[in-house]
DNA sequence: AGCACGCTCCGGGCGC
DNA sequence: TGCGCCCGGAGCGTG
């Protein structure tokens, strides 16, 4: 499940693609019919307009929360690829399928860009929960038009307190909220129980019953998970693989999540909020 | 209009 | 061996 630090990583590993020609590319059935009578997956806009990649230049990458984007140029004009991992996605840049190792990524190709320099670009997604979309302007994309600052920008923090005091979100829960790229981009389920470990607050706790100093604190816990998943290349839990097939040991260093006793030796309490799992320690947490 | 909430997409992996 | 269930990011429909 690609949060923040991972699709940086993803990010980090494609740059060695960029100067490189988009010669054509191959849509797996599932993208080009949907399957079982469903709408189609992954590409969701029109095929017309996903076919401007063909003899476009990848001339930069770039990341905005969990949305990452190759922007390309052709002839005259400049726009971008945007790609959303979803649960499940994965890149690879290989010569040929066989290449990836592992037979669910490589039996669950979605799109196959064929590069100028005769590799391939794989995009895999097992569950197909992953989005890839033509764009002119990464700011106007909508989610994007809309999300917070950057943790690396000045502005974040400001942000993130400021807007979680709005009042408008008084009545909410803590941990459902900060995984709203509104208020910060890129934080996951995961991380979420993880930094509201960290920052002592409890995820239950009402946005309204949170001083703007525990919300400070938060912020600092959310960029230093953030900051050690980077360090330690990711969390590999069963679906996310860097490009190179290779896996994080961020996992290894997770707090709360998927544990049943804390860091301090303490039982740990899981609640479903908002559909989703979350890991929390009612002596540790206030 | 704008918001909160629940449903939906999906296959691997697991328990029974 | 097979069946049912669980998991979750984010868009969408509903109230």
């Known amino acids: 499940m690609p949060e923040l630090p991972e699709v940086e990583l993803v990010k980090r590993d494609l740059e060695k693609i960029v100067g490189f020609e988009i010669i054509d590319y191959e849509l797996s059935d599932y993208v080009l019919n949907g399957h079982k009578g469903n709408k189609r997956t992954i590409v969701k806009q029109s ?7 063909q003899y ?3 001339y930069s990458l770039g990341r905005r929360g ?4 190759f922007s390309l140029r052709k002839e005259l004009s400049d726009f971008n690829l945007v790609a959303h991992l979803g649960m499940s996605g994965a890149f690879f840049i290989v010569n040929n399928l066989d290449e990836i190792t592992e037979k669910n990524f490589k039996k669950h ?7 100028s320099n005769g590799q391939i670009l794989v995009y895999s997604d097992i569950r197909r929960f992953g989005e890839m ?4 302007s990464i700011e106007g994309f909508k989610p994007i038009a809309e999300m917070a600052p950057e943790y690396t920008e000045p502005s974040a923090r400001a942000h993130f307190i400021n807007t979680l005091k709005s009042g408008r979100y008084d009545e909410s829960f803590i941990k459902p909220i900060i995984m ?3 208020i910060l981009p890129g934080v996951g389920n995961i991380y979420a129980s993880e930094a509201l470990y960290i920052s002592h607050i409890l995820p239950t706790k009402r946005v309204k019953n949170i001083s703007r100093e525990r919300l400070s604190n938060l912020f600092d816990a959310i960029i230093e998970v953030f900051e050690l998943s980077l ?4 969390s590999t839990i069963s679906d996310y693989r860097s490009v ?5 040991e961020m996992q290894n260093k997770f707090k709360v999540y998927g544990l049943k006793t804390c860091s301090e030796g303490h039982e740990l309490k899981t609640k479903v909020m908002s559909g989703r799992n979350t890991y929390y320690c009612t002596k540790c947490q206030r």
């Open 56 to 58: 476009s230049t990848i």
């Open 244 to 248: 190179t097939g290779g896996s994080g």
């Open 109 to 115: 190709w979605q799109v196959i860009f064929r590069l």
């Open 66 to 69: 969990k949305y990452m984007y």
């Open 133 to 136: 979309r033509i764009v002119d």
């Open 231 to 234: 360090s330690y290349g990711g």
């Open 180 to 182: 709203d790229a509104r």
């Open 47 to 53: 095929l017309q307009e996903f076919n401007r990649v």
